[in-house]
């Protein structure tokens, strides 16, 4: 994996940084990287995401899934961190098990899922880490019964990862149901290369030592200097560029597949970096399809933004056939691969004859390995942003409290927070 931060320099954009700048920033990397090497030692909470290619049991996680391998179709209910991470990799990664995610309440879109699905060869994958979230263990308790509707043993088919206590934890303790931790101090979030991320992905039959090989490689490269570390300059760059304005961050990955990668990637940004009035707003964007939709605001809108290309060096390529039609000539004899290329290496040109910063990150291919080195070192860089930021990258006090606004609405508890629906100001024009 590379990073190439040329075009975020103050000679080619604005906003942008100055190699002198580069170089004092790098001492602040240095000083980040001495905390985080302790954390990570330590196994502080947070910190210790980042010792997960050492600490995972790659062995373990496939053992405990060894009873779906008879899986067609594994659906994991989850939501945010719980949900994500097993989605990027469900989504890049082609596999004979289908993978399906139910990370939302909407009551058409789960009614249509269950309905589509073999449910007697489907492995239900419950994941909570609070093993409180009520959108996680209301979807699970609809699922529950649509299997016993269907004459399916859901006892026989459900696979939890959860914390060491909570609801879901007791659930599984009494129908004595197969079941992982998730690991101590790896917040929803960080915890792809866990067992909340890699249990999804043992089940489809992924490569799991592979994945951790890839982060084990970026956790390798992690060092005092931005120079030597992928990870650290793009979370560098990141926030040397939010500082100077940028304070936009639109993640444009030049793969189908890694479309979901930049919504794990939303979360991860946001939830961790979002504090004290402080952060840089993810934005998700696809390419080639958004140079057709969201490039035109960001070349020439206003200058609050950064891009970030991610794209794999290598992929399988389909060939355009010749075409009778001289207008499209150029197009017959090459492949959808190159085109998708050539529209990379132009829409970063554009970006950067406009002046406008943008990052690329480069993996070798969209494989296990290199999606592995990808979510390491972007959670390595967003730990490192926020080292720089000085905010507690680990907490999510916001939506916590949103979480429990709606807990006291549906009567789940005594919580304050609810106040705040009575409270709430309406000028309403019809
Ligand atoms: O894994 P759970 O405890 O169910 O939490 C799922 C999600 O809940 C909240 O929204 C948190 O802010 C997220 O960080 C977390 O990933």
């Not at 599984?172 to 992982?180: E, Q, T, W, Y």
Request: some cysteine; charged content about 25%; hydrophobic content about 40%.
């Amino acid at each position: 994996m590379n990073v190439d931060i040329g075009n975020a320099l103050s000679a080619e954009a604005s906003p942008g940084i100055s190699r002198e700048n580069l170089d004092r920033l790098n001492e602040q990397v240095a000083a980040a990287h001495e905390r985080i090497e302790q954390g990570i030692t330590d196994r502080e909470h947070g910190y210790a995401a980042l010792a997960l290619p050492e600490t995972v049991d790659t062995d373990a996680i496939e053992a405990a899934v060894e009873p779906f391998s008879d899986s067609e179709a594994v659906l994991t209910v989850g939501i945010g961190g719980s949900a994500l991470g097993a989605a990027t990799i469900a989504d890049a990664l082609e596999s004979d098990v289908e993978a399906h995610f139910l990370d939302n309440v909407d009551p058409e879109q789960v009614a249509g899922l269950l309905a589509d699905l073999p449910l007697e060869s489907t492995t239900v994958n419950v994941v909570s880490r609070s093993g409180t979230t009520a959108e996680t263990l209301a979807n699970f308790l609809v699922v529950r019964d649509a299997m016993e509707e269907a004459g399916v043993d859901w006892t026989d088919r459900t696979f939890v990862t959860t914390g060491e206590s909570g609801p879901l934890r007791e659930l599984a303790d009494r129908h004595d149901l197969p079941s992982l931790p998730v690991p101590d101090g790896v917040p929803g979030r960080f915890a792809a290369l866990s067992t909340v991320g890699l249990a999804c992905a043992a089940i489809q039959g992924h490569d799991l030592d592979a994945l951790v090989a890839g982060a084990a490689a970026q956790k390798e490269q992690l060092s005092d200097s931005l120079f030597e570390s992928p990870a650290y300059a793009y979370g560098a760059i990141c926030y040397a560029l939010d500082v100077r304005g940028a304070s936009v961050n639109a993640m444009l990955p030049y793969a189908e597949s890694l479309e979901t990668f930049a919504e794990w990637f939303a979360q991860l940004w946001a939830e961790s970096l979002g504090k004290d009035g402080l952060g840089q707003t993810p934005a998700r964007a696809l390419g080639a399809t958004d140079q057709h939709s969201q490039l035109q605001l960001y070349r020439a809108g206003p200058r609050d933004k950064m891009v970030t290309f991610v794209r794999p060096r290598e992929r399988e390529d389909r060939a355009i056939p010749e075409t009778e039609f001289e207008a499209l000539s150029y197009l017959g004899g090459t492949g959808l691969g190159d085109l998708l290329d050539a529209e990379f290496e132009a829409t970063e040109a554009s970006l950067a004859a406009a002046g406008r910063p943008n990052v690329r990150v480069e993996i070798d291919r969209v494989d296990e390995h290199g999606l592995g080195e990808l979510l390491y070192a972007m959670e390595a860089a967003c730990v490192l942003a926020g080292e720089l930021y000085g905010v507690d990258t680990f907490v999510q006090p916001a939506v916590e409290w949103g979480k429990n606004a709606a807990r006291g609405l549906l009567g789940g508890g005594d919580f304050p927070e609810a106040d705040a629906v009575e409270e709430k100001r309406t000028l309403r024009i019809e």
